[in-house]
Nanobody
Framework: QVQLVESGGGLVQPGASLRLSCAASGRSFSTYTMGWFRQAPGKEREFVASIWWIGVVGRYVDSYADSVKGRFTISRDNTNKTVFLQMNSLKPEDTAVYYC???????????????WGLGTQVTVSS
């Protein structure tokens, strides 16, 4: 069983930055694929970013939705079992509830994930 708790959401103006955190439980955190998804009102949940381990190259690899590429950065701290989402140059269309998830694979799809947090609200508005 893995528990995920997101934090760091809030209300910011366009162009501002936020850093989301997701604290995880579980013994094998370093092996988990970790991802961020978001859901805006009236829309389906969508992929934002993921980070996963590729053993053959011996490092983590990240992936981003086109809509956030170049503005958002996913990272992880395995010692403290935490994954982060640094969000820069925020736009009103980034407004959504952001969810952290853990699973396996490349993590670009909801079905890659077994566990989900409850979400944190991000609102970008002037």
């Amino acid at each position: 069983q893995v528990q995920l708790v997101e934090s760091g959401g809030g209300l910011v103006q366009p162009g501002a930055s936020l850093r989301l955190s997701c604290a995880a439980s579980g013994r094998s955190f370093s092996t988990y694929t970790m991802g961020w998804f978001r859901q805006a009102p009236g829309k389906e949940r969508e992929f934002v970013a993921s980070i996963w381990w590729i053993g053959v190259v011996g490092r983590y690899v990240d992936s981003y939705a086109d809509s956030v590429k170049g503005r958002f950065t996913i990272s992880r701290d395995n010692t403290n079992k935490t994954v982060f989402l640094q969000m820069n140059s925020l736009k009103p269309e980034d407004t959504a509830v952001y969810y952290c998830a853990s699973g396996s694979g490349t993590g670009r799809h909801s079905y890659d994930y077994n566990y989900w947090g409850l979400g944190t609200q991000v609102t970008v508005s002037s």
